[in-house]
């Protein structure tokens, strides 16, 4: 029997990562890929993301059974139009994974006369970081996968992009079109804005206050960390969910108004009760599963101040064979005790590392 194929077209973190989790789960596939960026096209090859890198959308599509739009959203739209001029296998399956979904479903229907089974896809999990070398087989794991089938849509196709799709480990859930961009919209395309908003605010005061991004401290950078994302993908984003990241704005400028009474009132309970009221429904969100706010699974350690301590903590994890996705030092005040934190990529990893490190005396501890 030959082998099936599968054609990735877009080689950057999200199509080189699903490319990665399909090799898994079905090692005999055969994956081709394409990318209009030369060197993404051939580290993708080198890194093993793709089995066969290929010059042309119109070589890729040949025989593929699977065919993965993994570009900029208004690329994909793009593409569709170019997939639509192609000799396609009847029986192929195109899916894609841009952040949004009215205009690329709407733009799909143009595929139906091909007798191909178009269903639009979102995996709800990625990064800030762009690129074939980001690409990680499990970067969906415990993640919503988001499928916007029609209601024509034939149940066997759902099923059949479901299975190839498994090595992903994520969690599928469908949506209509509309309503994935409304949520999509509230969630992350509306957060990514004020990140890029506040850094835009530090920037121009920094012009008078050079001192400025020296001081910008843990909570800066963690709310704007989303702000280091491909300006591509963002322009691409705002452009198709304009509507409802306009409406949005409007309730944040609202929102805004209500703050800045809160300010000048000064009662001191209204202030509190704001913070409060924000912070419990902060730390109910769900921690044991990624999506739009992904899960780091930290640890805090606390380390007395002297050299040496951050190798000894890595060291002895290291030993344990636990490994450390991120390490940053939240305190560096001399004569204080500083504190690590530690990310991890599973629960289990975090709560092991707790253990051995309460072992050799350092305490340790879960973030909320
Ligand atoms: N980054 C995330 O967190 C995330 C999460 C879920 C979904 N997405 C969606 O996934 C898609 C890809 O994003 P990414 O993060 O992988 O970006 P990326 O920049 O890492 O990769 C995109 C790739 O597409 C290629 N490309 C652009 N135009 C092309 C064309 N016409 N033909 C072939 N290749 C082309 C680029 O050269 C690049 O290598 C976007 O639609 C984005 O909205 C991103
Ligand atoms: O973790 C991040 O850096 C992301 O921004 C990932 C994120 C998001 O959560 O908003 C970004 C866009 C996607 O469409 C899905 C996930």
Redesign the pocket.
């Known amino acids: 029997m030959s082998s099936r194929k599968v054609f990735v077209i877009g080689l950057g973190l999200i199509g080189g990562s699903i490319a990665l989790a399909i090799k898994k789960e079905h090692p005999n596939t055969l994956v081709h890929g394409f990318d209009i960026k030369d060197d993404q096209l051939k580290m993708a090859k080198s890194l093993g993301v793709i089995d066969e890198l290929v010059d042309s959308i119109q070589e890729g599509v040949v025989n593929a059974d699977l065919i993965i739009l993994a570009t900029p959203v208004t690329k994909t739209e793009e593409l569709i139009e170019v997939l639509v001029g192609c000799e396609l296998k009847p029986s192929a399956i195109i899916t894609d994974v841009g952040?949004t979904k009215e205009k690329i479903v709407k733009k799909a229907i143009s595929l139906e006369a091909k007798k191909v089974t178009f269903i639009g896809g979102?995996?709800?999990?990625?990064?800030?970081k762009t690129g074939v070398d980001a690409a990680k087989a499990h970067l969906f794991e415990n993640a919503f996968y988001i499928l916007t089938p029609s209601a024509n849509t034939n149940m066997n196709k759902i099923i059949q992009l479901q299975n190839w799709l498994k090595g992903t480990k994520a969690k599928f859930i469908e949506l209509s079109p509309k309503q994935h961009d409304e949520l999509?919209g509230i969630?992350?395309?509306f957060?990514?804005i004020i990140a890029a908003s506040l850094v835009h605010q530090v920037a121009k005061i920094e012009k008078e206050e050079p001192l400025l991004s020296n001081l910008a401290a843990g909570g800066f950078r963690d709310i704007t960390?989303?702000a280091s994302?491909s300006p591509i993908m963002w322009r691409d984003?705002l452009i198709h969910n304009k509507e409802t990241l306009l409406k949005l704005l409007t309730r944040w400028q609202e929102e805004m108004e209500l703050v800045k009474q809160l300010i000048d009132k000064a009662e001191d309970q209204e202030i509190y009760d704001y913070f409060q009221t924000a912070k419990i429904f902060r730390d109910g969100l769900p921690t044991k599963q990624k999506?739009?706010?992904?899960s780091f699974y930290d640890l805090y350690v606390d380390v007395p101040d002297h050299p040496g301590v951050i190798s000894d903590v890595t060291g002895i994890l290291a030993r344990e064979e636990i490994s450390i996705t991120n390490i940053r030092i939240l305190e560096t005040r001399e004569d204080i005790m500083g504190v690590l934190r530690l990310s991890f990529r599973s629960d289990q990893d975090r709560d092991r590392a707790l253990a051995c490190l309460k072992d050799h005396l350092y305490e340790g501890y879960i973030g909320s």
């Open positions: 952040s979102h995996p709800m999990a990625g990064s800030h999509a969630i992350s395309h957060p990514h960390r989303i994302a984003i999506g739009a706010i992904p």
